[in-house]
Structures are given as structure tokens and as C-alpha cells.
């Protein structure tokens, strides 16, 4: 008995929901970061670099579903070079690629809070549909699942926000790496005491 | 599909018991579907019935971060390095979430510490795997089960590996404990049903623990071509049959009326006959007998598209062919030609019979015979007075003269041409005038054995072998 076509409907809709959903995010992070747009050579190689990275991301998931055929011999020229695509889709980090390279572009701008804010929720978010799409983990029990740490994580990204924006209280670089590391070590500490 | 259609030759399914495995009805209380529930796993392949254990095993579990671990630890470990160099608090901020997350799942998998009540990762999950039937006709679907204990509280999932020669019927990926893969061997062989990939997802989904199984083979038999008439030989030997024989006996076929004699039975009186003639007439009967036959498989030579090569033909019609002799209570062998040798089964009757040809025509996959010597094959192998039906597409030259050889030993042959294909010819005249210096060579080769008196018919694969035949099933065979 084969599945009823309103339920095949739905199955194909959420997945291609979730792939969707993994593009649009990476893209927002990226135009996000990216905005104003600098002219620095570092800021112009991280924003093309993270929009590969992320065209790259948003194409494996659409073909992820694409099987590699059982014998890859005597194949015709443009079969070789479409496998050799796939293989290079799948083989490469391209999340991690994206994730670090908009966050070095974002570190090209002047220091603002509360975008890095927004970004570091988009990038999660990226994260999460993105391991929703390759997975087919179902994405309201994963949400929940980890819905008491993402608020939390929220809180501590607000910190970190905030740390960001008390002023100095001595001139000089070694204040802000206090700030940093004041930062960080209640993340830490936060990891490490927060019940599950 | 070709039906199964006598009652000699049961269902596939039941052949798991037959052919060797060692399990029948009774074997199937342990059935894996029915402790783990698996009838929920797949409503279209409920329809497979329930499958037969085949391996039950404690295997070790291979965990390791996942894919999604990797990439939050890149972002936080970025968030964090950045915020450092850059001297950005809100850098760090952005490494908050990702670090959480991680540290939350390292400390409910090393102290077991969970609000779900599940413990550490387990090292070690209990794994059964079952299938419907190990042996199948071509094109036949069937299922492997499997099913996993001790992963409560894991997210599960399989992922279906198909091997090569294997069509999957179903979804080949599945979540849940227990899984149903539905998959078909479209072409006779034996097969790899390839590997099932297990994978424990933690609650985080930050932990992979991965099993690979690797699923049993199975044997593919060909799918038996329609047979409902045998070829008969004209002399049978003295042994009790069901065919008709020429010498008069004690069937139950009226053969004519002669003068009773002393020691006629009195029931076989013919009394209008003896009112007619005034003297005492009885009734005589046919003998009925049986007859050795041997298939002949020629499988040095497999041209032609595969799935309707000669090879795929040549076995498809012995398979057809065992089965319709063996139904009229005729003994019969097989003999597989191979590159340097031969397998063969000395004629035999009855329902085991049909799977031991079967098995050996599945050894014919092997395409190099280690078996005997085609040329000193043993007395029982060919016994003297059989019939012998020959599957080839007479393209190795070697087996052509071992039909002659064979004809000239006396033995009543029929060759069932298998060949449907030849080679491609381009529009050159040289390669125009090669194939057709080849179709010569091929009429020579028939023309050669019809001369002999070994009969050659043609065969396409598709109408049933009663066609082709029928010259010979009409009346007996010299």
C-alpha cells in the first residue's frame, strides 16, 4: 500500500520546508553581517567566502536525497562532472565555513552589540535548521528539547551584549580583555551550574 | 511473475525451509516482528508476512560527536577566539549557546544524569535481523527486518545500504527501534542485500552512535519459464512413469484387443468383443513409463541486455523446464557448461529436486567452473537413453562440439536457441559485411546440428516453451 498523496504532500512540504528554511537563514546572516557593506579586501574575501559557503550548504541539502550510482565507470563527461559536484557538496564543511567567515566579517565592522546579537541568534538558528534538514529529526521535539538552553543561551548572548556596551573603566587594551574574559568566564560558569 | 502454477513447486517463501536453511513453520515462533511490533513498522509491507531471525547479536556501539556538534563547537570556538583577538565582549556572547549546549550533553553522557531517566551511552545494544525469505524468484518482493533493544530513550534510525543487484521496495531510511526494508532482486544470483546503517542519536542530537549490519545474502533463483508439455522419448526405459510407452503393461491406457490365452486375467475379458468373434478377447494396456532428462545450461557466453541476456533466458527455461518434467514424475539432472568445466546434478526425482537444479543453475553466476571435466562427465550425470534439452546461444564453439559429440553418442538432443542478440554493426561496409559473415556463421552452426538430427529451435524469452516445442510434444522423440 503506497502512502495517500495528502501525506506524501505533507512529508515532501516539510522537507523541503526545512531546506528552505536552512537557505534563507544562511543567507539573512549573511546580508545581515554584511551590511554596510565595507570595501576592505579582508571584508569582501569573508562576505564571497560565506556566500559560497552558504549557496554550498543550501545545495547539498537539496540534493541530498540524489543517490551515487552503483558503478561510476565509462560514465559520459557531464555525468562525471555532476558526480564530482555531489562528492565536493558532500565532503566539504561548508556550515562551519560560512559560520566562521561571517563571523570574521562581522569582526570587520566597528563594535556593535546588538547586532552581533542578532547574528549570533541567526547563526544558531542557521545551525539547528540546517542539522533539521540533513537529519529529519522532527523539528518540534528537537526545539523543545533544547528550548530551556537556547533561552538561556539568549540570556548569555544578551550579556555578552551588554558587557559590550558598559564603557571602559580605565582606558587602555587591558580593560576589554578583562570584559572578554569576564564574559566568558560566566558562560562558563553558567555551563556549568545550569541544571538540565 | 511468472506463476508458480504446479502444485510441485511451492511458494518461494516456503523454500526457505528447503533449500537448506534449516527453518521451517516451527522456526518461525522466534519471528522478529512479532517481539518487537514490527507490523506497525511499514503498511506496505505488511503484505510480506513475518520474517524468519537470521542474526541476533550484541554489537558494539561507535560513538562519536555528530555532524551538528561539530559545526556548534566551530561556532563557538570562532565566537570565542574572535572575542579574545578582538577584545568584543559580544563576541563571546554569541559563543554562549553553542557552549551551553555542548557542555550540557558531555555532562548527561558521562554521569548518566538525566531529567528522562536514561543513563550513560550505551557500549552495547541487543540487534536482530530477520528476513521474509532468503531464497526468491526474480522480481519477488521481499523484507529484512530489523530491530534493536537496550536504546530506550535514543532517537533511532536505519538507513538502508542496498547492495549491488538490489532494488529497494521501501524507504530506505526509517526512525524508530524496529524497521522494515522491502527490496526486490530483479536478476537470478546469489546477492548481498547490503548494509544497514544504525544510528543513536542522543537527546541533544550532539552524540552519533553508529552500528553497521551487514545483511545475509540471499539466492535469486530465475523466474521458471511456462512449460505444460514434455518432450517424450520414443523408447523409454523400463522404469514405472507416467508416460505412455509403445510396449504393452500394466497401465491403465487402452492399447487394443488380442486372444486370451492361459493365465489372462478374467476381470480383462473383452465380453461384446468375444460375443462378436466367438472367441475369448482381452483388453491389453501401454506401459507407462518415465524418462531421464538433463538440462543443459550453456554459460560460457551471457550476450545480450542483462536481465534478458541468453544466460538469463538459457536458465530462465531450464528452470521451466526441470519444473514441467518433474511434475510428469520424470527424472531430471542438469549439467551447467562453464569456461573449463562443468557442475552437474544426476537426474532425481521429486520436489527437492527442483531447488537442488535451482541452486545449481544459481552456480552458474560464478562464470568458472571448478567442477567436472565437461568432456568425462560421469555416467550418472548423463546416464544412457536420456533426453537431453540444451539452453545456448551456440556461440562457444567448444559446447557446438560437444552437442555433435554428444549426438553421436546417441543421445536424443534438443537445442533451445537462447540467443537474442548481435553484435552492433555501424554503417560501414566492412562492419556490414562482418555481421553479416557472422549471421552466416550462426545459420552454419544450426544448419550443421539440424543435419545431424539435433532439432534447434529459436526462443525469445517471453512466450511459453510449449511453443518453440510444440513439433516435439506432439509426437515422440527419436
Excluded at chain 1, 544562511?26 to 556566500?51: D, E, F, R, Y
Excluded at chain 2, 504446479?6 to 517481539?35: I, K, N
Excluded at chain 2, 508439455?229 to 487402452?254: C, I, M, Q, W, Y
Excluded at chain 2, 531421464?292 to 523446464?321: K, M
Aim: glycine share 10%; proline share 7%.
Amino acid at each position: 500500500m503506497t502512502p495517500r498523496p495528502a501525506a506524501r504532500l505533507a512529508v515532501v512540504a516539510s522537507a523541503v520546508g526545512s531546506r528552505l528554511a536552512a537557505l534563507l537563514l544562511g543567507a539573512a546572516c549573511v546580508s545581515w553581517t554584511a551590511s554596510p557593506l565595507l570595501h576592505t579586501g579582508l571584508a569582501k574575501t569573508a562576505l564571497v567566502i560565506a556566500i559560497i559557503a552558504v549557496t554550498a550548504g543550501g545545495l547539498r541539502l537539496a540534493f541530498a536525497d540524489i543517490p551515487q550510482p552503483e558503478d561510476q565507470f565509462y560514465l559520459p563527461g557531464y555525468q562525471h562532472a555532476w558526480l564530482m559536484l555531489l562528492a565536493l557538496l558532500r565532503t566539504l564543511a561548508w556550515e562551519e565555513t560560512a559560520v566562521a567567515a561571517t563571523l570574521w566579517l562581522e569582526v570587520q565592522h566597528p563594535v556593535r552589540p546588538w547586532h552581533t546579537f542578532a547574528l549570533g541568534a541567526a547563526l544558531l538558528g542557521y545551525l539547528l535548521a540546517t542539522h533539521i534538514a540533513e537529519s529529519g529529526a522532527e523539528a518540534g521535539p528537537l526545539l523543545r528539547g533544547h528550548g530551556r538552553l537556547l533561552v538561556a543561551g539568549a540570556c548569555l548572548l544578551a550579556l555578552g551584549a551588554g558587557f559590550a556596551m558598559i564603557p571602559a573603566a580605565a582606558p587602555g587594551a587591558g580593560s576589554a580583555v578583562l570584559r572578554v574574559l569576564a564574559a566568558i568566564a560566566m558562560i562558563a560558569a553558567a555551563a556549568l551550574v545550569l541544571p538540565e | 511473475m511468472i506463476p508458480n502454477g504446479s502444485g510441485l513447486l511451492p511458494p518461494p517463501r516456503d523454500a526457505t525451509g528447503l533449500a537448506g536453511t534449516g527453518r521451517g513453520e516451527a522456526g518461525r515462533d522466534d519471528a522478529v516482528a512479532d517481539d518487537t511490533g514490527l507490523d506497525n513498522a511499514g503498511s506496505n509491507t505488511a503484505g510480506l508476512g513475518p520474517s524468519s531471525e537470521v542474526m541476533a547479536d550484541e554489537v558494539t556501539v561507535d560513538w562519536r560527536p555528530s555532524r551538528h556538534a561539530r559545526r556548534l563547537l566551530t561556532l563557538a570556538a570562532a565566537g570565542l577566539l574572535l572575542a579574545v583577538l578582538t577584545r568584543n565582549p559580544a563576541l563571546a556572547g554569541v559563543a554562549a549557546p553553542p557552549l551551553l549546549i555542548l557542555g550540557m550533553a558531555r555532562f548527561a553522557s558521562t554521569s548518566g544524569h538525566s531529567t528522562s531517566g536514561r543513563g550513560a551511552r550505551p557500549g552495547r545494544v541487543s540487534v536482530r535481523v530477520g528476513l521474509t525469505a532468503s531464497r526468491m524468484y526474480e522480481g519477488e518482493p521481499v523484507a529484512a527486518d530489523v530491530a534493536v533493544k537496550r536504546a530506550d530513550g535514543y532517537d533511532i534510525r536505519w538507513v538502508l545500504h542496498p547492495g549491488k543487484g538490489i532494488e529497494p521496495g521501501s524507504a530506505t531510511a526509517v526512525n524508530g527501534q524496529a524497521a522494515r526494508f522491502a527490496f526486490r532482486v530483479p536478476r537470478w544470483g546469489k546477492r548481498e542485500v547490503g548494509i544497514v546503517a544504525l544510528t543513536l542519536h542522543d537527546r541533544w542530537r550532539l552524540a552519533e552512535g553508529r552500528v553497521s549490519l551487514i545483511l545475509p545474502a540471499v539466492g535469486c533463483y530465475p523466474s521458471p519459464a511456462v512449460q505444460r508439455t514434455e518432450v517424450v522419448l520414443s523408447k523409454l526405459p523400463n522404469r514405472l512413469g507416467e508416460h505412455r510407452a509403445r510396449v504393452p503393461g500394466d497401465g491403465t491406457e487402452f492399447a487394443g484387443i488380442r486372444e486370451f490365452v492361459p493365465g489372462d486375467r478374467q476381470r480383462a475379458i473383452n465380453w461384446p468383443a468375444s460375443t462378436r468373434l466367438g472367441r475369448l478377447q482381452v483388453n491389453t494396456f501401454a506401459a507407462e513409463r518415465s524418462q531421464d532428462v538433463v538440462l543443459l545450461v550453456d554459460a560460457t557466453s551471457d550476450v545480450g541486455t542483462p536481465g534478458e541476456s541468453a544466460l538469463d533466458l538459457g536458465q530462465r527455461g531450464a528452470a521451466g523446464a526441470a519444473r514441467a518434467y518433474l511434475d510428469a514424475r520424470d527424472r531430471v539432472g542438469v549439467i551447467t557448461y562453464h569456461w573449463g568445466g562443468a557442475h552437474w546434478l544426476a537426474p532425481s526425482l521429486g520436489r527437492r529436486q527442483v531447488y537442488k537444479i535451482l541452486d545449481l543453475l544459481l552456480t552458474s553466476d560464478s562464470g568458472y567452473a571448478r567442477g567436472a571435466i565437461f568432456s568425462r562427465l560421469p555416467r550418472a550425470a548423463l546416464p544412457p537413453g536420456a533426453l537431453v534439452v540444451a539452453f545456448s546461444p551456440l556461440l562457444d564453439g567448444r559446447f557446438v562440439e560437444a552437442l555433435r559429440d554428444m549426438r553421436e553418442r546417441g543421445f536424443a538432443l534438443i537445442v533451445v536457441d537462447v540467443l537474442n542478440a548481435a553484435p552492433p554493426v555501424r554503417r560501414r561496409s566492412a562492419d556490414v559485411a562482418a555481421a553479416r559473415i557472422w549471421h552466416m556463421e550462426q545459420d552454419a552452426i544450426r544448419f550443421s546440428l539440424r543435419e545431424l538430427g539435433v532439432p534447434v529451435v529459436a526462443w525469445d524469452g517471453k512466450e511459453p516453451l510449449d511453443l518453440p516445442l510444440a513439433p516435439y510434444t506432439r509426437r515422440r522423440f527419436a
